[in-house]
């Protein structure tokens, strides 16, 4: 099934977003780390792991300099289309395929396209950070990622993607 959102497919949704379906719905009572947790669950397409036991609040204060501590620092994005109620594509499920079968065979280490800034490993999270450096949010179709896979930019590989096809 394609996806389509003012003319831009699937990546372009998914990338001029930087979202990825929720994988559960929002507890009204989570902390600011658990939500940092939730959304960066959500961005990566990881499903959550079973419930820890319950701690007392001391045993769960985080310490400074700790990741909880810095927790709304490093959230990015939403995770909202707003009026739209198609479900929004999922990085690891949706996008990183397209990924992978476009771009991976240059784009991966000892390859032509393992020299550049965008480089595919098997670390999904990674793939991710990188892939969102080559991504306007705002204007997906002006998104050098787009852009170098449509051939409408500098991009060594030529084309591998054609604008408005079902990975786009």
Do not use: I
């Not at 940092?36 to 007392?56: I, Q």
């Not at 959230?75 to 499920?93: E, H, R, W, Y």
């Amino acid at each position: 099934m394609r996806l389509r959102w003012f003319g831009v497919g699937c990546l372009g949704v998914a990338l001029s977003l930087g979202a990825v379906a929720p994988a559960f719905a929002q507890p009204a009572n989570e902390t600011p780390a658990e939500k940092h947790r939730r959304e960066l669950r959500e961005k990566l397409g990881v499903k959550a792991s079973p419930k820890a036991p319950e701690t007392s609040p001391s045993d769960s204060a985080p310490e400074s300099g700790s990741p909880d501590a810095a927790g709304e620092a490093a959230a990015t994005g939403t995770t909202t289309a707003g009026a739209s109620s198609a479900p929004l594509p999922n990085f690891v499920d949706d996008v990183r395929p397209v990924l992978k079968k476009k771009c991976a065979s240059c784009h991966a280490s000892g390859k032509p396209g393992g020299m550049s800034k965008l480089v595919f490993g098997g670390d999904a999270r990674r793939e991710y950070e990188l892939t969102m450096r080559f991504v306007h949010r705002a204007n997906a179709a002006q998104s050098p990622l787009l852009q170098k896979a449509s051939a409408s930019g500098p991009h060594m590989g030529g084309k591998v993607l054609a604008v408005g096809s079902g990975g786009y």
